[in-house]
C-alpha cells in the first residue's frame, strides 16, 4: 500500500538563520525529472531555483533523469527535457545520471537494510492487501498496511508469492522537519505505514532510488513543490535507516492558473517548447517564473546575471503564486526591445531559411524599428514580412501623384541615406507644398509596402535602401 501520508502540520514557523550557513559550506543541488512528457513549466521553474542556488553559492547544479518508469519513458521526453533546459540557459555541472541504470545498486542497499534489521520480506497476498483496505475503509480511516509481516519469520512465507522488501518505519514518536520555506513542520510517526522500498518483481521504488542517488550525488539542498511534502516524511525514513545525513529541504507552492486554479492545460501551454514557439525569449520566461514564488524588493525585470547575485531561499515564498500571461507578454515586450538585433534576425530566420541576404540585410536595417512595437517573436517575424515580401504596386490618385513626385525628387538628390537626412528632406517637402507630415507619409507609405499600417517612415526608406524606395517610387508614379 502506498496510500498518500495526510501530513499533520503540528508547528510552522519560518526556519530562521538557515540562509548564513549557506555560505560557508559547498551546496550541491539538483533537478530530477521523469522523462514522461515536455518538460513542464513548473518544472522549468524547479530548475531554475535550485539552479540559481547553486550558481549564487558556486555550489554544483546536477541532473537526474528519473527514468525507472520503463513503459512511459521515452528518448523523446529526454530531449525535450535537454533541449529545454539548455534554451532557458540552465546548465548542469556533471554528466547527467539515469536513475534506472543504478536500479541493481538500489536493490542491494534495500538488502543490506534486511540485513541491518532495518527492513524487512513482506509476502503479503494481493487478497490479504485488499483486505486491510476494505478494512480501513470500514473503519474510515486511511488505508495503511498493518505490518503483518514485520516481525514474523519469512521461513513461514507461502512458497508461491515473490516478496517485496518493506522499511522498519518507527511505531511511535514523530518526524520533524526544518524546511527551508514552510517552516517546522511535524507529523507522526503513526501516520507513516512501512513503505515498500522494493517491489516483488525485485525493482526499486521511486522513495528508494530518489534517496539512494540524491545521496551517492552528493545532494545538500532539494528545492521542489509542496506536493512533494509527504513524500519527504517518507524519505527522511530511509535516510534515518541507512544513518545518511538529510539534504536541507524546501518546498515551493505549485504554480496556479490566472484564475487561481491549479495550473493545468485550460490555462495554456504547459511545455517550455510551447512558449518558444508562442514567440517568449528564454530570458523572459526565466525572468517570469523566478517571480512566481521569489521576490527581490519590488523589482520586476530581473536579469539573470542579477537573479544570480540576489537569489537566496529567505525570499522564498509560501503561497501559491499565478502565471499572468499579460505580464508574461509585457516582460517579453522589454527584453525584445533590448535584444541584439543580430540575435532577433537569426531567431526570426529559424522558420525561413530561404530569404536573400538583401532582405535579411533589410530587416536588420529596420529591426530597431520592429522590435518597438512587437511583444513576441511571433510579432516581429510577421512585422518584419514587410521587408521580405515581393512588392506589389497600387493605383495612386493624381493629387498624391504629384507629391509623391516632389518626393521622389527630392529623395533622388539627397546626399546620404540616413534616418535623419530623409527625415529632413520629407518635412522640407512638407513644407514646400504647404501640407501636413501625415499628407505626404500616407501615399508615401501605400506605395513602399502596400499596407496601412508600417514602420516609420524614415525607418523603412533607410531599410529598403534607396535603390529599392526609388524604385518602388518609380513603378507606383508610372503605374
Not at 229 to 253: C, D, M, S
Amino acid at each position: 500500500m502506498n496510500n498518500l501520508l495526510k501530513v499533520n502540520i503540528k508547528t510552522m514557523t519560518k526556519h530562521s538563520s538557515y540562509e548564513s550557513t549557506l555560505s560557508k559550506n559547498k551546496i550541491v543541488t539538483r533537478f530530477a525529472p521523469s522523462p514522461t512528457g515536455f518538460l513542464h513549466i513548473g518544472g522549468a521553474r524547479t530548475a531554475l531555483f535550485n539552479w540559481l542556488l547553486a550558481r549564487h553559492y558556486n555550489g554544483k547544479f546536477l541532473l537526474r533523469i528519473e527514468d525507472t518508469d520503463r513503459v512511459r519513458s521515452t528518448q523523446e521526453a529526454v530531449d525535450a527535457i535537454f533541449n529545454g533546459l539548455k534554451w532557458l540557459g540552465i546548465t548542469w555541472d556533471e554528466e547527467p545520471v539515469f536513475q534506472f541504470s543504478r536500479a541493481k545498486h538500489h536493490v542491494e542497499l534495500a538488502k543490506k537494510l534486511v540485513e541491518n534489521g532495518k527492513a524487512y520480506y513482506c509476502y503479503c497476498t494481493p487478497e490479504e492487501l485488499e483486505a486491510m483496505r476494505e478494512k480501513a475503509k470500514a473503519q474510515g480511516i486511511s488505508p495503511k498496511y498493518n505490518g503483518m509481516w514485520r516481525e514474523r519469520d519469512p521461513k513461514t512465507a507461502p512458497a508461491d508469492i515473490k516478496p517485496v522488501i518493506r522499511l522498519k518505519v518507527p511505531l511511535d514518536g514523530e518526524t520533524t522537519l526544518h524546511d527551508i520555506v514552510q517552516g517546522t513542520v511535524t507529523v507522526a510517526n503513526s501516520q507513516i505505514d512501512d513503505m515498500i522500498l522494493v517491489r516483488s518483481d525485485g525493482t526499486p521504488t521511486f522513495m528508494l532510488s530518489v534517496v539512494v542517488d540524491d545521496h551517492d550525488m552528493g545532494v545538500t539542498h532539494v528545492i521542489r513543490g509542496d506536493d512533494h511534502l509527504t513524500n519527504t516524511f517518507r524519505q527522511i525514513q530511509i535516510y534515518n535507516a541507512f544513518g545518511w545525513e538529510i539534504p536541507k529541504y524546501g518546498h515551493i507552492p505549485l504554480i496556479h492558473g490566472p484564475d487561481g486554479a491549479k495550473l493545468s492545460k485550460r490555462h495554456g501551454a504547459l511545455g517550455v517548447e510551447a512558449y518558444r514557439d508562442m514567440g517568449f525569449l528564454p530570458e523572459a520566461v526565466c525572468n517570469c517564473l523566478l517571480r512566481l514564488g521569489w521576490s527581490h524588493g519590488n523589482d520586476e525585470i530581473i536579469s539573470i546575471e542579477q537573479a544570480i547575485e540576489w537569489f537566496t531561499t529567505d525570499n522564498l515564498g509560501k503561497s501559491a503564486a499565478r502565471l499572468d500571461f499579460q505580464k508574461m507578454e509585457k516582460l517579453n515586450s522589454y527584453y525584445i526591445k533590448n535584444a541584439e538585433n543580430e540575435r532577433l534576425l537569426n531567431i526570426i530566420m529559424e522558420t525561413n531559411k530561404d530569404i536573400s541576404e538583401e532582405k535579411k540585410h533589410r530587416i536588420l536595417l529596420g529591426m530597431n524599428g520592429l522590435k518597438q512595437r512587437a511583444k513576441t517573436i511571433i510579432e516581429l517575424r510577421n512585422m518584419a514580412t514587410i521587408y521580405t515580401e515581393d512588392y506589389v504596386t497600387t493605383k495612386i490618385d493624381e493629387m498624391n501623384k504629384e507629391i509623391l513626385k516632389d518626393i521622389d525628387i527630392a529623395l533622388r538628390i539627397l546626399p546620404e541615406w540616413t534616418e535623419e537626412a530623409i527625415d529632413k528632406c520629407l518635412h522640407t517637402v512638407a513644407e514646400k507644398k504647404g501640407l501636413s507630415f501625415g499628407k505626404i507619409a500616407q501615399p508615401l507609405r501605400t506605395v513602399l509596402s502596400n499596407r496601412k499600417i508600417t514602420p516609420g517612415i524614415f525607418e523603412m526608406l533607410f531599410a529598403f535602401g534607396r535603390d529599392e524606395s526609388l524604385k518602388r517610387l518609380s513603378i507606383a508614379l508610372n503605374f
